[in-house]
């Protein structure tokens, strides 16, 4: 099967080793993988602070430049094929912009409206792609680590992932995975909230991480990137030495 690789701005600006691992799985389970260079912010930022006017147009930027771009190995046009191929990001949070929202956003244009919804159903999230269509048991592991899952409010309520990440990582030996109090409370990111209320924010993050070490694990995992980044920074200067990783990272280290 041919994946389009979709990394967000996000990961690629401050995190491109989650996008590199993610490309490592996804060869490893037999992916032909493909990476659209003109892609760039899906718009969530803009949508969410209220610029739906700008947060159309590069909605609109980001669907063209995943159906039809010339590719940077051979300069071979490839066209995205609306009924076998797929798109599979790292970032529960991007994914639900796309997947959610591209719809509504392009609802009112003639020349995106219907190509949108379908181009917004192959759209998935890692290891909601791995569990769903790849089939979970085609992969396997091995990496001694013990583990604490945290869940992002986009994964978890915007596109229903729960138990694919954890399902994943018990299929690495000598993984343990030890669950996370209160799971499903929010780290305190929430993309501009942090921004608009950072107290607030903070002492949600303080209470994260006090959860966190309640564990006793040694590395925090989830599967985006915003809250990993909002976690490790508060943690790093409340002296805290524990390692935070994306699950793409965990999964790629257990089959080098």
């Known amino acids: 099967m041919r994946i389009f690789l979709f990394v967000p701005c996000f990961i690629d600006q401050l995190f491109p080793n989650v996008a590199v691992s993610t490309l490592k799985v996804l060869r490893h389970l037999g992916c032909d993988v493909v990476f659209p260079a003109n892609q760039t912010c899906c718009g969530q930022p803009a949508y969410n602070s209220g610029y739906a ?28 094929d609306l009924k076998n191929d797929y798109v599979v990001g790292p970032s529960g949070s991007c994914v639900a912009m796309i997947r959610n929202f591209y719809p509504q956003l392009l609802s009112d244009d003639s020349r995106f409206n219907e ?19 790849i089939g979970i048991e085609k992969f396997s592991g091995k990496l001694n680590a013990l583990v604490s899952y945290h869940d992002s409010c986009h994964a978890l309520r915007e596109l229903g992932i729960k138990q694919e990440p954890r399902d994943i990582l018990k299929r690495i030996n000598g993984l343990r995975l030890v669950e996370l109090p209160y799971n499903e409370v929010c780290c305190g990111f929430g993309g501009t909230f942090s921004v608009k209320f950072p107290e607030i924010s903070t002492a949600m993050a303080n209470e994260k991480l006090k959860n966190f070490e309640e564990t006793r694990a040694d590395i925090l995992v989830s599967s985006d990137t915003s809250c990993l980044m909002h976690l490790q920074g508060r943690a790093r200067r409340s002296g805290m030495k524990h390692r935070f990783a994306h699950i793409a990272e965990i999964m790629a280290e257990s089959i080098s």
């Open 115 to 133: 190509i949108s919804q379908k181009f917004s159903s192959r759209v998935f999230e890692f290891t909601e792609f791995i569990d769903k269509v």
């Open 53 to 80: 006017d700008e947060a159309r147009l590069m909605a609109m930027h980001e669907v063209n430049a995943f159906l039809k771009f010339n590719s940077a190995v051979d300069n071979k046009t490839i066209e995205f």
